[in-house]
């Protein structure tokens, strides 16, 4: 006996005008395959309904409360079962190509699968689903593909239980003609059920719009099939089965959308004749699914991306749909994908490996979770097959269930309440529960007391709840029971929730300090200064008299903080207080802590109040300085021009008299900043103050820093404030429009370049331009100063003249010579023979008389003298040319010649200016 939904809820596709137009022919066959394992409800010989998860948790279940419990041992491996066996033994699943075996402990839930399987037969291709028959010999199984495109088919085999196998049945092929689109089966196993839709792959037309529902039985003694076929529409599109197997429902439709409701027949599973619901002109269904009451039907009719899920309401009498007011289910964009309890009124939704029961409202067909039902188990993460025990009924009329079914309150002291704990009652059959009376029974009911939202008498639809609160009190010691009863109109009335909880003695009485405030933080106190006083409350709050010994301060700072003890007496009865008053005189700067210590005979003593405040220095009684701003930034302005002033304004700013004996402009660049010191008076009584100018006249391009130095008799003197700006250049030399800095010549020839002065913004003057590095023989020519002007370039030309190649001058003709030069020349000749006759005849008359040697002597000195006379006579009558001086080249080759301007600021200062190089 089972009830499968195998490939509902399904998407369907869409169809316009009287010929389907299918934009994705294999649409469906893509969604039977994915939804191939779904939930299935099976009647079993178990002795506790059982849940599977193909995620490999095994879980039992309670059809009051929907409590899902895991069983010992559970996960177990995952698996592909859709099926469970009539007679509790196995779980059959899905292959790509085979049927799985699973072995079922019916005591335990535990299941393994079986050696050898997967199984298959010849014909077994795809297969989609699987029905069995209620004696446990015989299974079908359901093929995506048949024999012909476009086809399916349906084969049987027979349960081997001795051998643990499945083995074909000869002759029990049978041949679908269109594929099938959703399948499933009635809780008894006696009927199982196809909704095939078109077939676009058939050379028969007609099936390009089928929508066909069979109604099929396996015969037990044979394994063959017998059925009935039935067309309710054409073209279809969606299928669904009630949990609890009622009815089935089909989604159908060419030119309009239609749904049928198809009763199942309780004594015989046959099906009944469909209810159709004809949805509006060219709106179809895209999903359907149903709910465990039978009352609300969930459908999408739009392949938008999040298309409104629609509730319907099924008359319980017609099977007609109307749909619901409360329409469309808030929060999916889907038909809910939950999981029904086919005995129970919970269905299952699942959060990765978390799941929650929940109860359909009866009134707008939303889904309540149930309190207490959420559980978390490893392997619960899949579709889910439910077994039920022979003989369970659906819960029906009206039903009570309590959560917890039992309350221990816990150890609590005689006298005192224990925290409240909670009872959830939920109407959980299909009427409405009424409650008379909850109330509180026992042997100690009057130690327990409850408060609840119920407000009996009242009545409680199916799916809504109430709580319950119990606090237990005890009146004596040892253990206290009662019982907490709900009286309704379900069956079991009164039902009982048993309460139980533990009297404990109170303690002996025994002192206690109770300290307020428990720790002091003093304000911010300047040095040398007391603080207004704070009090610590010490009460007496135990059960006994409190006797304290001592009260004193310590810590790390204990001289800052005095005390003034009021608790001086010996004894304190219960709740009598005394204070103790502290105050805080810093004696340092900075975070100064101490402690109280209390020592009494409390059991917690010593007690001790936490002490902490803040020391601030006094004010100073010395003169003090604040420079207002602290240092000063000038704009970028142009070389040798002069910013507006800034000022600094020097404020007297200490407890005594300012005297500021100097003010100096210094630093780096000192030159570049003018000062005007306005601070010149001897002294500047406390909040006087005076200023000193600054402006700034750079010289030079680029950042430029001083500073402005005051020394006084603060105790932080010199005060320094610093000065900075940024200059650009006043002038700039550069090529001029269509000139250049490199010209090439011959020697010889002239090189001309065209340059231009361009002044920066807002300076004006005379510039001056020198020339060097013009190379040999070579001449620069400039012009004189230049006169600029705020930005306005002025183009000036330098000229650099060369010298150009050697010239041979030449020599003039010499004079014939006259005629008394050839008579010097004799008479020179003359003159040295004589000197010659006079020396040979020296040596031979070594012994002339010294008056014939002096005489010699005599001539030869007279001949010296007119040699002589005769060598200057000959000079002197001479007439030399003067020489030709030599003709100078400039050598070829690069030159570079340096063009250096020189200007002055508005104050005739110089200017660094940088220079330009131009290459010959």
Known sequence: MATQTVFGPLSCEASRARIPIYSNASRPLLLFCALLVCAHSACAQFQQPFVFSTGGAVMTRNDQTGVLTPVQGSPYAAATFQTLDAQGRFLFGLGTNGIHMYQVDATTGAFAEVPHSPFASSNTNQPAFIAVEPTGQYLAVVNRQGTNPGESSIDTFKIDAANLALVPVSGSLLELDSTVIGAGADLKNRHFYLFLGPNFLSPNLQLHSNSELNDYAIDPPTGLLSGSTSQPGNVGRCFAMDPQGRFLVIGQGQNQGQ?????????????????????????????????????????????????PVHIYAIDPQTLALAETASSPLPGFTSVPAFMGDPTGPFMYSLSGTAIQANMTDPQTGYFVPVPGTSISAPGVDGSFVFSIPPGQQN?????????????????????????????????TGDQALSLSLISITGANASDF?????????????????????????????????????????????????????????????????????????????????????????????????????????????????????????????????????????????????????????????????????????PPSTKPAVTLTPSSVSFPTITEGTTSGPQTVTVTSSGAATLHISSVVLGGTNSSDFNMTNGCTATAY???????????????????????????????????????????????????????????????????????????????????????????????????????????NPVPFTVMVTTSGGAVVFPVPNAPPPGPFVYIRYLSLVALGMLLLILVARKSNFPSLQPAAGFAVRRNMAVIALLTLLWVAGCGGGSAALAPVPPHVVTPSGTSTITVTPSATSSSGKSLQLQPIQLVK
Do not use: W
């Open 259 to 307: 749904v049928g409701i198809v009763p199942i027949a309780a004594v015989s599973g046959v099906l009944g004749a469909p209810a159709i619901t004809i949805l509006a002109t060219s709106v179809f269904p895209i999903e359907i699914s149903t709910e465990v009451t039978g009352k609300f039907l969930y459908l999408t009719d739009s392949n938008t991306a999040s298309p």
């Open 395 to 427: 819960l029906v009329g009206p039903v009570a269930t309590l959560t917890p079914t039992s309350l221990s309150l816990g150890s609590v002291t005689v006298g005192s309440p224990s925290p409240a704990q909670t009872v959830i009652l939920t109407s």
């Open 449 to 617: 007391s409850e408060s609840d939202t119920c407000q009996a008498p009242s009545i409680l639809q199916p799916s809504k709840s109430c709580a319950i609160s119990v606090i237990f009190t005890p009146s004596a010691t040892g253990q206290r029971l009662a019982t907490l009863a709900v009286t309704d109109n379900a069956p079991g009335s009164p039902q009982p929730v048993q309460l139980d909880g533990t009297g404990v003695a109170p303690p002996p009485p025994q002192p206690a300090v109770t300290l307020v405030p428990g720790s002091i933080s003093f304000p911010t106190t300047t040095q040398g200064t007391t603080s207004g006083p704070v009090t610590v409350t010490v009460t007496s709050s135990g059960t006994a008299m409190l006797h304290i010994s001592s009260v004193v301060i310590g810590g790390n700072n204990p001289g800052d903080f005095t005390m003034t003890n009021g608790c001086a007496a010996t004894a304190y009865a219960v709740n009598a207080a005394c204070t103790i008053t502290v105050t805080f005189a810093p004696l340092a700067v900075g975070l100064r802590t101490a402690m109280i210590t209390i020592t009494d005979d409390a059991p917690d003593s010593p007690q001790s109040v936490q002490l902490s405040g803040t020391g601030s220095a």
């Open 685 to 791: 009584a406390v909040n006087a103050t005076c200023s000193i100018s600054v402006t700034f006249a750079p010289l030079a391009t680029g950042p430029r820093a001083a500073t402005v130095t005051l020394t006084d008799d603060a105790p932080d003197s010199p005060q320094v404030i610093n000065i900075g700006g940024s200059a650009n250049p006043a002038i700039t030399i550069g090529a001029a429009p269509g000139g250049s800095t490199s010209v090439t010549i011959t020697a010889g020839q002239t090189a001309q370049f065209n340059l231009e002065l361009t002044p920066g913004a807002g300076y004006t003057g005379g510039v001056s331009l020198s020339c060097s590095g013009a190379p040999l023989a070579a001449t620069c020519q400039l012009p004189s100063p230049v006169q600029v002007s705020n930005g």
